[in-house]
């Protein structure tokens, strides 16, 4: 059965479907290797086998009575430890929530349950969600399966290095500045920021709750589809939830053609700035696209140039006030410190034991953007700039249906290089960052190998809001141009992580 912890989700359903394979074995199969590995990429913070295959045990019953919950049904996921779950701890990634257990499901979960999808286990991510590279968490850092030296990226990168890794078939992640797109690029993986409000974010440990969506970390863009078909929808729970539904993410995949298509690319992310072999994996995807008979044209977005900066103020000013609730009175860690124990005290001694140093520094920068002497200076200009990036989105997508530029500067970079140098981590998100500023979905595809490291580049396509469909058309289309070279999806050129050492 080992083949198949090599099979695509969409496969995999199929294959529960007809029974020829049940989803208790392939379960076991994801969790054998996920217990044996794990210690390797630490792509899982939690593993519950027993949960798990209750769960796998319900879905082959149901489907043995004839009933099927969803396309996914039967098909196992990860799910990243930023979703509450009443049935094993959450943390994101951070100690001031160690051994806390929720006492209900988060939407997205409850979706996956009722879909039919057993949980595996919690991914491991940077605290809280902040970081690039999971060195931000309070556990260590995950590993990434094309190179254990280096990081498969963050703050998601428990989920994709599992995605990679083959310990899970398909993951959920979250991403508030790129940390669903950028793990997947660097990885290999499929990864997609829905539609702001696609996507339920009850039972979220809020990050920055104005950029914040749950998505699919997967091998194929048919797997991304089906994942986001599942989790997405109205939620009365989430006011930000959007009304209706955005249509078939799998009917668009499954329909995708060429024609008409307009691509642009973005005059601001094309060139500088990026390293020279994932510039020519974005240059290939291009001569491929104009090979098909694609319009390429350029567009100027010049308040890009300032996304990171506005990120940077906006972030921070709406985490320090989602993270006040970690007070040591509601749950999670408290410790008291010696002597007269006051509220105060007991508080400060608690947030300053469970935060780890990037959270801190964001609460800082965050209060002091907010504080009324400086609120107009910093916070208010960052909200003007994020109006700016929306009317240059607004600009470019009255000429082209969608855009495309590389997901990230680098491919992955080794564990230790950035982590003490917060400005350079800042900077890998130069181009996943105007999506969450502007609300739009992106889905980041892998187009390939860098020529000078032999690891993985992703492009990322990048439409309207609410246009997800058109944003999957194009990324399965980009897909398709590339299954001559390496066959259904790059990660099987991954290197065999049961020969890798640590
Ligand atoms: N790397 C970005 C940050 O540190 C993105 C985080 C995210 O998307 N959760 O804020």
Known sequence: MSDLIHKSAAELAQLINSKQVSSVEVTSAFFDRSEKLNHKTFSYLHLNRENALAAAKLADQALAAGKVHSPLHGVPIAVKDVLVTKDAPTTAGSKILEGWMPQYDATVVVKLREAGLPILGKTNMDEFAMGSSTEYSAYGPSRNPWDLQRIPGGSGGGSSSA??????????????GGSIRYPAAVTGSVGTKPTYGAVSRYGVIALASSLDQIGPVTNTVLDAALLQDVISGHDAKDSTSLPNSLGSMAEAVRNADFKGLRVGVVKQLSSDGFQ????????????KLTANGVEIVEV??????????????ILPAEASSN?????????????????N?????????????????????????GTYALSS??????????????????????????????????????????????????LAMYLNDIATIPANLAGIPGISVPNGLAKEDGLPSGVQILAPAMQDAQAYRVAALIENLYKAEWGDYLISQAPDLEALNV
């Open 323 to 339: 993270l006040a609730k970690y007070d040591s009175v509601r749950f999670g860690m408290r410790i008291l410190p010696e002597g």
């Open 276 to 287: 020279a072999g994932v510039s020519e994996r974005f240059q290939d995807t291009i001569s």
């Open 163 to 176: 995605v990679a890794g083959r310990l899970a078939p398909l993951a959920i992640g979250s991403d508030t």
């Open 341 to 365: 124990p006051t509220i105060e005290r007991v508080m400060a001694a608690t947030r300053e034991a469970g935060f780890g140093p990037e959270v801190k520094r964001r609460i800082i920068l």
């Open 300 to 313: 100027d977005c010049p308040s890009f140039e300032y996304s990171v900066a506005a990120y940077y103020l």
């Open 373 to 422: 002497g400086y609120y107009d200076a910093y916070y208010g200009s960052a909200q003007k700039v994020r109006t700016l990036i929306q009317q240059d989105l607004a600009k470019a997508f009255a000429k082209v249906d969608v855009l495309l530029t590389p997901t990230a500067p680098t491919t992955a970079f080794k564990i230790g290089e950035k982590v003490n140098d917060p």
